[in-house]
């Protein structure tokens, strides 16, 4: 596997990622960057993009999105709760959504998808191997916004909670949605937002 990390452009610097398998499939996590980006790294390594996977739909996550699945017929993951259509949500329609726990396969990549709600409704965290892709979920000692349309402070205590006990190894690189990278032990012993939900504390 050979991994990318992509940031796009600013004002918002969203993280995204590029997975390319031994077999040389692609994999997108939040196609936020400018589609060349990805063509460039794509054409370099002789890499199919056949999936994109969104942490969830908020506009500068889904950029490219529709662009890139339809030059390259990859196949869209997006949870429906996340698919209005509006400014916010600009994502109308995706091929699937996730079902808790499951396991989306590209060749030797396996992500792993879990469900927490909090920053939008449609929000997940994918597991693959060492890299845990969080979204807006979990920041580096922080969280993602929960006063935006759709946001819900309860359900981001409870995803948090979730969060904390899942069977993820402390030395799994966290890759949240924006900002710095962090390692999942370092989070579950600092971050002031895990700690306090644990406590059953309110965001």
Not at 103 to 128: I, K, M, N, R, Y
């Amino acid at each position: 596997m050979q991994a990318f990390h992509i940031p796009a452009p600013p004002p918002y610097y969203t993280n995204t990622f590029l997975l390319i398998s031994d077999a040389g499939h692609a994999v997108i996590i939040d196609p936020a960057a400018d589609v060349q980006n990805y063509e460039r790294i794509l054409q370099e390594h002789n890499a199919v993009l056949t999936t994109l996977l969104c942490t969830h739909g908020h506009f500068d996550h889904v950029g490219s999105a529709e662009a890139l699945r339809r030059k390259y017929h990859a196949v869209l993951y997006c949870e429906a709760d996340d698919l209005a259509g509006d400014k916010m949500y600009p994502l109308s329609e995706a091929d699937h959504g996730y079902a808790e726990g499951q396991t989306v396969t590209v060749d030797e990549l396996q992500f792993t998808a879990w469900h927490t709600p909090g920053h939008t409704p449609g929000s997940v965290v994918l597991l693959c191997g060492e890299y845990l892709f969080c979204g807006d979920t979990l920041f580096a000692g922080s969280i993602g916004r929960t006063d935006l349309e759709g946001g819900s402070s309860d359900a981001m205590n409870a995803s948090l909670r979730k969060l904390a006990k899942l069977p993820i190894p402390r030395e799994t690189q966290v890759l949240p949605g924006h900002g710095e990278f962090s390692t999942f032990g370092e989070e579950l012993d600092n971050n002031y937002f895990i700690r306090s939900a644990l406590r059953g504390g309110e965001l």
